[in-house]
Each structure stands twice: as C-alpha cells, then as structure tokens.
C-alpha cells in the first residue's frame, strides 16, 4: 500500500510512503534505494519485532532497575527533553558538536549489556540486520566499523515522555568531527532515518515528514532560529506516519524537515532507533546510531 501526501496546492517536495510487512520484505529490495533516488520518501515495515520481544522490552525499560541507564542529552531544551539510553552521533542540546569519539566509545562499551539487559538475550539486532538487506536487494547490512577492534553502535533507545516533543528539523551530522571516524566508502550524501516502536504514547508522538527539504531556499524560520511548525503545518505538503508498537520506519530525513508531535496521556513513547547509509559502489548498507 502506498500513501501520497495532499496535492500540489501545498509547497514542497512530494511525500510518498509505502507499507509492507516484515515477511514479505523480500518481495521490495529496491525500496531503500528508491528511498536514496526521491521515487519514495520512506517505508513502514509493520511487524518486525514480536509482541514476546516488546513487552520484555518495555518492562525492563521503564524498570527502576535500569532508571541509571536513562540519559537527558536535551536537558534544558524546555519540551524537546527526550531521554536516551546510550549515545547517538548527533548534535543535542547539551553538546552542539555531538559527542567525543571518548564519550561515544565508552557509550559503545556498554551497548551489548545495554542490549542484554533490555531483551533479556533476545537482541533484535539480526532481524533488522534481515530486513534492510531484505530492503536493499539481499546485500549485506551492518554496523559499521569505527576503529580496528569494534563497529559502531547499532542503535539507542529513546523515551518521549508525557509533554515532550521532537520539534522540527532535517538530520545534517556528518559534519560533527565523530563522523571523521565514518569509513570514507560510504556515501555521505545519504542519510536515512530509522526507528523502531517498543512502545506507543497513549496519543500523540506520531512523525510527522514535510515537503520541505533541509537544502530548499528561504525556509520558514522563527527568530529563535527554529523551523516555523506553524507555517509547515500551514503552507507546505506533509504526511503523518501512523505506527503501532513493533513497526520499523525508515525515511529521507537528511533530505526532509521531520517532527514527533508532543506525547499525550501518560504513558511514555519508547523506541530504539538510529542512521543508515550505503557504500558508494551500493554493495552493502551501514546503520548505526
């Protein structure tokens, strides 16, 4: 099934998603490289994890067992306070330049644990791992390395809790010094995003992609140097990606300007989650966090 954002009336760049399911993801291995081309702005793979899987995940998440592992990277980012188990290569509000290759690696240290503990030994990592080389034409799909003895982080887990948001943005990182780190094989001209859903918020929390692109001219800017949501939601094609708990989202976000609406009710949003690229000559994808 495939969805198309509202006509050419709205400014912008069109929005097309296509939904399939995880056992039938062998059946659409061009649709990242749609994705990389414009033909396709993103895909909702429905299903790839199990009920089993996300119900441990979630307990042990929200655990006072592992309420240290729980870090605030946005801290004093007043609504936009999502909290992190792990470090992601991306710019926040507490570090503008994204973390140190140090801090990174000694995030990186503890992901298997982090893994562990959360899914109690049942990793997703190698179903994913399945369904982006399923994605992309059965080529191999993995983390990749990040010195001599170890790959990058696979993902991080994220929680939105009650009243906080993702506001409006487009994923421009590889200029942070981390990605120096990023094997030069790989195509920096693309940057996908992906996340997969442990747990929904009572409402709210829902992705919201804009016709906007990050390199378009003129965009509708506040004076705090935001993107103006109100002039997106007003003037420009956008599409709201509807999600249930164990379905993965890849999309175009180096590309276009993308959002979480505020979580509603009380319960938290839960999701683990990352980037994604290709090597230059398209013989196999990369994903990390």
Same mark, same amino acid.
């Given at each position: ?6 006509? *050419?009336?709205?400014? %912008?760049?069109? =929005? ?35 009920? %089993? ?6 307990? &042990? ?20 306070? =999502? ?11 507490? *570090?503008?330049? #994204? ?8 995030? !990186? ?8 503990? =959360?899914?109690?030994?049942? *990793? ?5 791992? &399945? ?5 992309? %034409? ?27 948001? =993702? ?7 590889? #200029? ?12 920096? *001209? ?20 804009? #016709? !906007? ?60 989650? #990352?980037? !994604? ?13």
């Amino acid at each position: 099934m495939t969805t198309d954002s509202s006509p *050419s009336v709205r400014a %912008g760049h069109p =929005i097309r998603f296509v939904e399939v399911n995880a056992e039938n993801t062998h059946e659409h291995g061009q649709l990242i490289e749609q994705i990389i081309s414009t033909d396709r702005t993103g895909v909702v793979v429905k299903n790839v994890l199990s009920q %089993g899987v996300l119900d441990t995940a979630t307990d &042990r998440m929200t655990s006072s067992q592992l309420a240290h592992r729980w870090g605030s990277p946005n801290a004093g980012m007043v609504g936009g306070e =999502i909290r992190t188990i792990g470090d992601a290569a991306t710019p926040t509000f507490t *570090s503008f330049g #994204g973390p140190t290759l140090h801090g990174y690696a000694q995030s !990186l240290d503890a992901h298997t644990l982090r893994t562990q503990e =959360i899914f109690d030994g049942q *990793s997703p990592t190698q179903s994913l791992q &399945r369904v982006f080389s399923s994605l992309f %034409g059965d080529k191999p799909a993995s983390p990749p390395q990040l010195d001599d003895t170890r790959p990058w982080a696979s993902y991080n887990f994220r929680a939105l809790d009650p009243g906080v948001q =993702i506001y409006s943005h487009h994923d421009n990182h590889y #200029g942070l010094d981390i990605y120096q780190h990023l094997d030069a094989c790989y195509d920096r *001209s693309v940057l996908l995003s992906w996340f997969v859903v442990l747990q929904g918020a009572e409402s709210g929390g829902e992705l919201v992609v804009y #016709g !906007l692109w990050g390199s378009d001219p003129n965009p509708p800017m506040l004076p705090t140097r935001f993107i103006d949501t109100e002039a997106l939601e007003r003037d420009y094609q956008k599409h709201c990606v509807h999600l249930q708990a164990g379905d993965l989202v890849i999309f175009d976000s180096g590309r276009h300007v993308h959002r979480v609406t505020p979580v509603c009710g009380q319960r938290s949003r839960l999701t683990l989650g #990352g980037f !994604l690229t290709v090597a230059r000559d398209r013989s196999r994808l990369a994903f990390w966090s």
